[in-house]
């Protein structure tokens, strides 16, 4: 019987891995600029890309592009930003043609493919601020808005069967993912030069689950 759970937990491992959507893919040879190197040093990697993700913040549409002030936020394996209690700080996404502001709303969550075109200075309300600024490539609208992200992830779950003894799933599942920002000891700090006066970095999360 140890053996049959060593396999189920494999399975359940291997129907868990993570995969970015079609549209934010890249060659795995793809080199991807953090958000610290484009804050601290723009011109040495100016050009490359990156794959950025956060919380839309403004919208601005401009006669042949849209431009998104975004709320950075760290990738899940999915692609999916994480939000928590803070941020490393704000970026600018340019996207060629029209994106509608009641579709594209303040709140909701994007991840981006672009290229690093550099740093510009802009404001947050009357604070002068320094934003890294891409151009797109590629983008990702995702359909849940809660900021504690509540994911579905269809992944197996074992019971035991006491009357006949053995494990066994049934036939449709589904396990949701509450994640929320830690201030474990696990947590860590980047020094490196941020677009802004930000002091803190993202925090480290927890994955807590709970069985439906």
């Not at 396999?7 to 970015?20: D, I, N, P």
Request: aromatic share 14%.
């Amino acid at each position: 019987m140890n053996n049959r759970i060593c396999v189920s937990l494999v399975a359940l491992f291997l129907v868990g891995c993570s995969t970015f959507p079609d549209k934010l893919q890249l060659d795995d040879n793809t080199q991807l600029v953090t958000y610290e190197d484009a804050a601290s040093k723009a011109e040495q990697v100016k050009g490359k890309m990156l794959r950025w993700g956060g919380s839309i913040a403004k919208v601005e549409n401009k006669p042949d592009s849209t431009i998104f002030e975004m709320v950075y936020y760290p990738l899940n394996g999915y692609g999916k930003p994480v939000s928590g209690d803070d941020s490393m700080g704000r970026f600018r996404m340019s996207v060629d043609g029209f994106m509608d502001p009641m579709v594209y709303k303040v709140g909701r969550f994007m991840t981006f493919t672009a290229q690093l075109n550099g740093l510009e200075t802009g404001l947050v309300g009357e604070h002068e601020y320094v934003f890294p600024t891409a151009t797109v490539d590629a983008y990702y609208l995702w359909k849940d808005v809660n900021n504690n992200i509540r994911g579905s992830y269809l992944l197996p779950h074992l019971y035991w069967n006491p009357g006949f003894n053995n494990w066994y799933y049934p036939r449709h599942y589904r396990r949701n993912v509450f994640i929320r920002g830690s201030t474990g000891n696990n947590s860590h700090r980047i020094n490196s030069t941020r677009a802004s006066g930000a002091k803190n970095y993202q925090k480290s999360v927890n994955i807590k689950r709970v069985e439906r």
